[in-house]
Structure formats: C-alpha cells, structure tokens
C-alpha cells in the first residue's frame, strides 16, 4: 500500500508540472500574439509545427525511459533533468528581448517553444509512466490517478486565476514585463514540486522490464487497439476544451469588455477552476459509486456540450452579467475534470490490456502518447484559435470595448468557441462508444490472466 507521503509527493508533481503546462497552453499565444505583436497565422503553425515534431520526439522518449538503467530508477533521472531543462526554457519563453522585432521575434518563440515541448516531454512521460511502475491495477492505481488528475487540476486551476493578475500586478501594467517576472516564479515553483516527487517516490522492481526496440514498439502500439482508441479519443475532447481555453481570455477581452476586464476573466477562472477541481476530488468519485467509469464518461460528455449550448445562447442573449455566464462554466469546467481523470485511468488500463494481448508491458511508450496528444491537441486547438483570431481580426490594434468591436467579429469568436467544441466532444463519444471495449469485468479479467502468469513456477 501507498504511504501518505509517497501520494502527497506524487501529487505534488502534478500541481508543479500542469502549472507550466497551463501557462504555455492558455498563454503563450496570448503572449506573443497580442502582447508582442507576432501574427496570430504565424504563431498557430509555430504551435502546430512543434506538435508534429513531437510526434517523432515522444515515442523515442519514451523507449529511452524504458532502457533506463540507473540506482535510482529509470525514471526519477529523467524527471528531475527535464524538470530543470523546461523550467529553465520556460522563463525564456516568456522573456523574449525587448529588442527583438519581426523575424527575430518570430525566430526566437519558435526555438524556446520547440524545446520547450522536448524539454516537457522529457519529464511528463516518465512522471505518468510511474503509475503502473509503483501501484497495483484495480483500485490503487485509480485513486492514484484520481489523485494525480486532481492535483493536476489544482495546477491547472491556480494558472488560470492568477496569472493576469499577477502580470499586470507584477509588470505594473506592462504585460510584457508581467509574464517575465511571473513566468520566473513558476520555474521555481515547478522545481520545488518535482524534487519532493522525485526524493519520496521509489519503483517497484516489476519496473525493470526487458526493453524492446524502436520497431517493436510501433507494433505493439499498432496492435494495442484500445491504447490507440484512448489517444484518439483524448485529442478529440482535449483539442475541443483548448480550442475555449485559449480564446476565452479573448472574449472577456474584445467581447464582455470594459476598462477592468481582466478582473472579470479572474473571476470567471476562479469559479471554473474551483469547479474543476471539485468535479475531480468530489464529483467523480460520488458518481464512481453509482456508475461505472464508462458511463461516468458518457455523463461528463454530455454536460460539457450542455454548457456549451447554454454559454451560446447567453452570450447572444445577455452579456452583462457574469453570474449568468457561470451556469454554462460549471458545467464545462465540471466536465473538463472528470474527464481528465477518466481518461488516465482508460490509458492505465490498455498497459495491461497490451501485456495481456502482446505479451509486453509498454508503460513508457503508451503513456507518451498521453504526452504527445495532449500537446497534439494543444496544438491544433492553438491553430484553430489563431485562424479564428486572424479572420475575425481580433489582436492587440483591435478596439478593446465590445461597444466598439465590430459585431461578425465578437460573434465569429462566440461561434468557435462554442460550436466547435461540442461538435468534437460529440464526434469524440461516438467513437469511443464503437470502440473501446474494456469494461471492469473484463479488466478483472485480465487482471487475473496477468497475476497467473507472473506466479513463479
């Protein structure tokens, strides 16, 4: 069984790693796009192109995890040195020299976001891939990772409530100077919480596991059909929650408007952060005693494109109140958590699955690609926000008063944030329902088959 101490560690890993990862994903096209004035287009093939790269990046990444062979495990070393390596690019990601203009500037967020994505990679396929390393399937490793996700959310959550505040508060009003100083702060936070991790967590020796080749790997993931229906379905419905997640900020910005409006969009965070995080410590595991993880699933999808029918039909409705805009938040928020921690567990599921079916037990590279569609559907989400603010001509020269703003402008944003989403989240349900197929009778199932087969004779 787990001590306190080793889950309090490993959460706290989670609250440092999607600190970093929320700033970069809801913020770094804010910041280059209309802080400094880059081109939304250019900056969403920037986000795009780094994706792809990673495509290659982190399926080797996670084979060099698994032919790690230290005394301290073949995880901690990587999680620490890539924990040191992005926290470092991650304050000169968001210190871009105020000399810097035009291509220079181009040129230079384009470098510091590509490593900024190696270097991410080099510590979140080796945090996630502990799970099966250090728990028992079956219930320690999903409250383990209920856990994990929660702690996640709390990351994410403390990102999305202060960081405009802290910009304009800590820049004086210069918001270039703001995500410097804030970016910087962070990186030490990040720090602090990965060396607790990495001092009180210790593998397991089933951790030790013959490692494959590069070739061996592709087919066994080739043949792992439910881990490849998992990652389908996370870039689905991660791709369909980013694409709000980077354009809200705009929308409280160009479209609720007013002089403070920031103040307005910290509030709308904090009530959708604190949803999130209660829908993932409370929510989910009230509904886990009643229904399964997979209907839990099908509940979650369907609140999400609730709220989001609801967050349009308000905003064509009544844009003066906030409190009316956070009835669609709790359901879209509340979604967005339960499926963040559904989602570890389904992947968690097909290592087995693949030992079971394959004879190997692939936790590295399966939980890569965890890392790799989350950034994956970062990246297109980015793209599609960059063309919508592009087309709707929505940047720093645009009128910063939605009294002013021209209306297909701030109704166009409306539209992409909202019916885009639920069309994916939908798409994303419908696949799954036709594909994924391992339910807890079979995973006992399996389970079974697996603790049979590693008996000694």
């Not at 890993?13 to 796009?33: F, H, N």
């Not at 990186?187 to 490692?211: D, H, M, P």
Request: net charge positive; hydrophobic share 50%.
């Amino acid at each position: 069984m787990l001590s306190l101490k080793e889950k309090i560690s490993y959460g706290l890993g989670a609250v440092g790693k999607d600190m970093v990862y929320m700033l970069s994903a809801s913020y770094v096209l804010y910041y280059y796009q209309d802080t400094l004035g880059v081109n939304a287009i250019t900056m969403g093939v920037i986000l795009m192109a780094a994706r792809i790269f990673d495509a290659f990046n982190d399926p080797i990444m996670g084979v060099i995890v698994a032919k790690t062979r230290t005394r301290w495990g073949k995880f901690r070393p990587w999680l620490m040195i890539g924990t040191l390596l992005n926290a470092v690019v991650l304050y000169l990601m968001f210190s871009a020299p105020p000399a810097l203009n035009g291509g220079g500037l181009v040129a230079y967020a384009a470098i510091t976001y590509l490593l900024w994505g190696v270097t991410y990679t080099m510590m979140d396929i080796p945090y996630w891939s502990m799970i099966p390393a250090f728990t028992h399937s079956g219930r320690e490793r999903e409250n383990l990772s209920t856990l994990a996700r929660s702690c996640a959310g709390v990351g994410s959550a403390i990102i999305t409530v202060i960081t405009m505040k802290c910009v304009y508060a800590l820049g004086k009003g210069n918001e270039q100077q703001g995500f410097k100083w804030f970016a910087l702060i962070i990186a030490v936070l990040f720090i602090a919480s990965i060396l607790a991790t990495c001092l009180n967590i210790r593998e397991k020796s089933t951790a030790y596991i013959q490692s494959p080749s590069i070739g061996q790997m592709f087919r066994s993931l080739l043949q792992n059909d439910q881990a490849l229906t998992i990652v389908l379905t996370i870039v689905l419905t991660n791709c369909s929650i980013y694409i709000t997640s980077n354009l809200v900020i705009y929308f409280f910005k160009y479209d609720f408007g007013g002089a403070y409006w920031y103040n307005s969009y910290t509030l709308f965070n904090t009530f959708g952060g604190g949803m999130q995080i209660l829908s993932m410590m409370l929510f989910y595991p009230l509904l886990r005693k009643i229904f399964s993880a997979i209907r839990v699933f099908y509940i979650s999808i369907s609140m999400a494109v609730f709220g989001y029918i609801l967050l349009l039909s308000l905003s064509f409705i009544n844009m003066s109140s906030l409190a009316l805009l956070l009835i669609p938040a709790f359901f879209i928020f509340s979604a967005s958590g339960i499926l963040n921690v559904l989602t570890t567990i389904f992947l968690a599921n097909t290592v087995d699955y693949g030992e079971w079916k394959n004879h190997r037990r692939d936790e590295s590279v399966i939980f890569s690609l965890q890392t790799f569609v989350v950034k994956l559907a970062s990246g297109i989400a980015a793209m599609i926000a960059s063309l919508c603010l592009a087309v709707f001509q929505l940047s720093s020269d645009t009128t910063q008063a939605v009294q002013t703003a021209d209306h297909s402008s701030v109704v166009g944003l409306r539209m992409t944030m909202t019916v885009l989403p639920a069309i994916g989240l939908v798409i994303a349900v419908v696949f799954f329902a036709k594909k994924y197929r391992l339910t807890e009778r079979m995973m006992e199932q399996i389970s079974s088959v697996i603790s049979q087969e590693n008996q000694p004779d």
